[in-house]
T-cell receptor, first 113, second 111 residues
């Protein structure tokens, strides 16, 4: 079954404690991206990756890092989380940038206290 | 810049009611337009799409027509069901790489 898997699904943590949200896809997609979803703002792109070792900033990259060492994995790293990063995060993948549909994971709800 | 504006929710309807969720866009040129749906606890799924003016996208009883003259892509369904309760996102894709989502509209359908 085609899947984008994110972990964890829920996390409550404290300011400044580094965390990583993992994302893995089993469709051999080249393109992967991270979004955050906030009320009234919809989805905003954080980072994207066109292929292994190729990443670029989206609209709201501040405070986040990503890496793409393997095609299937695209972790999102918050080195020093702050309360304004409390949000619902989605990982997505597709065959190429702009190619639709994108396949989304089920989301990770982060609360930074 | 490119952007999407959709009607604020939440929208609450009774089963079998007619649904319209308005969406308008701003873009130079001719973007592709999409509706994505997010069911509770899940990620977004593509519902329908239209790639050029006057195209009509349809799926699962939902329809939307790409109207260039009014820069709109309103989502409609003639008779909603409880299972249609979800958040609906209008989106545009410009130049095959710039994807923009609207803020989302939450729909609740009551039996």
């Amino acid at each position: 079954e085609a899947q984008v898997t994110q972990n964890p699904r829920y996390l409550i943590t404290v300011t400044g404690k580094k965390l990583t949200v993992t994302c893995s896809q089993n469709m051999n997609h080249e393109y992967m991206s991270w979004y955050r979803q906030d009320p009234g703002l919809g989805l905003r792109q954080i980072y994207y990756s066109m292929n292994v070792e190729v990443t670029d900033k989206g609209d709201v990259p501040e405070g986040y890092k990503v890496s793409r060492k393997e095609k299937r994995n695209f972790p999102l790293i918050l080195e020093s989380p702050s309360p304004n990063q409390t949000s619902l995060y989605f990982c997505a993948s597709s065959s190429g940038r702009g190619y639709q549909p994108q396949h989304f994971g089920d989301g990770t709800r982060l609360s930074i206290l | 810049g490119n952007s999407v504006t959709q009607m604020e929710g939440p929208v609450t309807l009774s089963e079998e009611a007619f649904l319209t969720i308005n969406c308008t866009y701003t873009a130079t040129g001719y973007p592709s337009l999409f509706w994505y749906v997010q069911y509770p606890g899940e990620g977004l799924q593509l519902l329908l799409k239209a790639t050029k003016a006057d195209d009509k996208g349809s799926n699962k009883g939902f329809e939307a027509t790409y109207r260039k003259e009014t820069t709109s892509f309103h989502l409609e369904k003639g008779s909603v069901q409880v299972s249609d309760s979800a958040v609906y996102f209008c989106a545009l894709l410009y130049n095959n790489n710039d994807m923009r989502f609207g803020a989302g509209t939450r729909l609740t359908v009551k039996p």
